[in-house]
């Protein structure tokens, strides 16, 4: 079974930085794309940012400029550097990834989420 951990969340104040990291573990699979996604109680979990395996990223429009997602293949994780943090970009974040396991099938992955919290 394929597992995705976030880490890298916490609190920082309003125009400070933070790295999420995804990392996923297992046997015998390849992550095809990666993505953060983040999600405020009572509200629908909105996407913030992808990258393909080879490298063609997309953004939201309420983070580009500001935040830059990235991979490292050969340690199969995802990051998300936030710049510029608002309050606004408070939520809980969680990785994506679409991967294809040993025997060819695809499936959709999420992480537990990693929570971050920007003070004003």
């Known amino acids: 079974q394929v597992q995705l951990v976030e880490s890298g969340g916490g609190l920082v104040q309003a125009g400070g930085s933070l790295r999420l990291s995804c990392a996923a573990s297992?046997?015998?699979?390849?992550?095809?794309?990666m993505a953060w996604y983040g999600q405020t109680p009572g509200k629908q979990r909105e996407f913030f940012a992808s990258?393909?395996?080879?490298?063609?990223?997309d953004y939201a429009d309420s983070v580009k400029g500001r935040f830059t997602i990235s991979r490292d293949n050969a340690k199969n994780t995802a990051y998300l550097q936030m710049n510029s943090l608002k309050p606004e970009d408070t939520a809980v974040y969680y990785c994506?990834?679409?991967?294809?396991?040993?025997?060819?099938?695809?499936?959709?992955?999420w992480g537990q989420g990693t929570q971050v919290t920007v003070s004003s």
């Open positions: 994506y990834a679409d991967i294809t396991t040993h025997d060819g099938n695809e499936r959709l992955y």
């Open positions: 297992g046997s015998e699979f390849r992550i095809d794309r």
């Open positions: 990258i393909t395996g080879g490298g063609i990223t």
